[in-house]
């Protein structure tokens, strides 16, 4: 969450365990009070915040207002809850090879690129065990009895002409692009703003950020047991007097959850198993240098758990990991400390 100039967010300290006891440096400039556009989009909030003063918030309303309209193009194009998407036409098609138009074809791309990153645990195949959690309303069904795992499907791609693509999968396979699919949409509306030396996306808690030297952009990590406190507030900069591109992502239970037999369900779902994750984790934010990446290495840390999320997020090189486990403890990776405020 950024602190927008009619919206304060309250600082709080990163509380609780933490995996190290480097201690931060004074920030070297205050943090950036933006104009923010904010509107609704791809079944959440969607808000663009340029650092504009107010000489400039004409101009800023207008280039917010044209990002928003061509991020609204690529959603309606990605999005599984209308018929008339690219991604519903093709999860629709019975056939196994399926040509797809290039923007679908460069989020696909990325879905895989994502599932190679985050060691298989972030998969856009997993449609059908997402919808089939989703309208549980018995006790656990017998493949979770019996132990019997499913997994993602192999599937692949072939170039076609102009950026398009042939789908090449198993027949009744269908995708679902979710946070894969809002992480690319903010990566690539930042470039939409290049314009603007320091910009945020924000695509429904994924962010890709771009920071000018000698700027700070603010940054709460919500908590999730109390709406309106924070875990944690990044500090984030651009180190060595050169532009930085930053990428921050949340995932969670909490959102998407509900109850079946007495045990708690989410919406994410563990491709080992084909089931929601058994996991401690109830929250994980990463910080890298995309929204895409630090999308899939969030999900992937709730789905590992937290003591192999962590080691996952260590070999993914992460510059940085605040995680709330199920017994309420904040933990954080060490290259993470010298990015928290006060």
Not at 29 to 58: C, K, Q
Not at 75 to 99: F, G, I, Q
Not at 207 to 215: D, S, V, W
């Amino acid at each position: 969450m950024i602190a927008e100039r009619d919206l304060r967010v309250p600082r709080a300290r990163l509380g609780g365990v933490t995996r190290a006891t480097v201690q931060r440096q004074a920030a070297a400039t205050d943090p950036i009070v933006p104009f923010s556009y904010a509107t609704t989009s791809m079944g959440g909030r969607l808000i663009v915040h340029l650092d504009a003063d107010a000489a400039r918030s004409e101009e800023a309303l207008g280039a917010a207002a044209a990002a928003v309209e061509r991020i609204e193009s690529w959603a309606a194009r990605l999005t599984r809850h209308s018929d008339a998407s690219d991604l519903s036409a093709l999860n629709a098609d019975p056939r196994d090879e399926v040509l797809v138009r290039p923007t679908l074809a460069a989020v696909l791309r990325a879905g895989r690129t994502a599932t190679s990153q985050s060691e298989g645990l972030a998969d856009i195949t997993l449609l059908d065990a997402r919808l089939a959690a989703e309208a549980l309303t018995v006790e656990r069904p017998a493949a979770e009895e019996d132990g019997v795992v499913s997994h993602a499907f192999d599937w692949s791609m072939a170039p076609g002409r102009l950026g398009s693509a042939i789908v090449r999968r198993p027949p009744g396979l269908r995708f679902d692009l979710g946070g894969i699919g809002k992480g690319w949409i903010a990566d690539r509306a930042l470039h939409l703003l290049a314009a603007w030396p320091s910009v945020v996306i924000d695509a429904d808690g994924d962010l890709a950020i771009r920071c000018a030297p000698g700027r700070t952009w603010e940054v709460a990590v919500e908590d999730p047991r109390t709406p309106g406190t924070s875990l944690a507030v990044l500090r984030l900069t651009a180190p060595d007097g050169l532009p930085a591109r930053w990428g921050v992502a949340t995932s969670g239970t909490s959102v998407h959850r509900w109850t079946v037999g007495g045990r708690p369900r989410h919406h994410l779902i563990d491709p080992r198993t084909g089931l929601p994750a058994v996991t401690d984790v109830a929250q994980a934010t990463v910080i890298t240098g995309s929204a895409l990446r630090a999308e899939a290495l969030a999900k992937a840390a709730i789905i590992a758990g937290s003591v192999q999320g962590f080691a996952l997020l260590e070999r993914a090189r992460v510059r940085g990991a605040v995680i709330l486990t199920e017994r309420g403890e904040t933990l954080a990776l060490p290259q993470t400390l010298p990015l928290l405020g006060n």
